[in-house]
């Protein structure tokens, strides 16, 4: 290889300029280049759920205060998580296929995780999700199939409408019916940190649902998408 480049710089007459050095902003380019990092760091899952399993005691408080409400309350909790960079949560929200079904549950769930001190991410704010379920203390509610609500639903259209104000994608609402048709409680999962405001104006229609057939003696419980 080096009787190569000799051979060539004997015949091509004067040697080649010399490369010319990187000017000085060009540097400087690169240098911001180097630094410049991705939205979201990595965290280790392991120890985000070392904190999950800490707030189990927490988890089952917000289900016992739920259960002085509505004694079959029960279901599956899918949490949405932001973590900074100094291991605080910044958001936190349920995603679809949560289906507690009782938005003070609900908040309580969501402030224990709110509150909690994260491990910090490596790079970057950092994502995580975790599942945990509210386990069914005693006798479970009455499945119901959304076709059940269907009629009552459809007299709050307008109203459900004005609640979601034009947010596109759906909404994942569950509740419970008691006998008579009266509405224990219900929840809606909004799977975006910005849609608080609107899971709680459905809540409230939701509550106040009439012509709800009735479960008899035994209250029910119903998912459906909004």
């Known amino acids: 290889m080096l009787a190569a480049l000799a051979s060539a710089c004997a015949c091509g007459g004067s040697p080649p300029p010399e ?120 006798r479970a509610a009455t499945d119901w199939s959304p076709d059940k609500v269907a009629a009552a639903l459809g007299k709050q259209g307008g109203a459900i409408d004005r609640c979601k104000g034009g947010a596109s994608g759906t909404f994942h609402a569950t509740m419970y019916v008691g006998p008579g048709g009266h509405v224990l409680s219900a929840g809606v999962v909004t799977a975006t940190k910005d849609g608080d405001d609107k899971a709680a104006c459905l809540v409230k229609v939701l509550e106040g649902l009439k012509g709800l057939p009735s479960p008899g003696s035994w209250p029910a419980k119903v998912s459906f998408e909004l």
């Open 19 to 138: 490369a010319e050095a990187p000017k000085e902003h060009e540097s400087h380019e690169a240098k911001l280049q180097l630094k410049t990092k991705s939205e979201l760091g990595t965290v280790d899952p392991d120890a985000v759920q070392a904190v999950f399993h800490k707030l189990a005691d927490r988890f089952a408080d917000c289900q016992k205060r739920g259960l002085d409400r509505v004694e079959v309350l029960a279901g599956d909790v899918k949490f949405f998580l932001r973590i900074g960079e100094d291991g605080s949560a910044k958001w936190s929200y349920l995603e679809g296929g949560s289906d507690v079904g009782d938005s003070e549950t609900e908040k309580c769930l969501l402030g224990a995780v709110m509150g909690a001190h994260w491990p910090r991410p490596d790079g970057g704010d950092a994502e995580a999700r975790y599942s945990i379920e509210l386990p069914a203390t005693g």
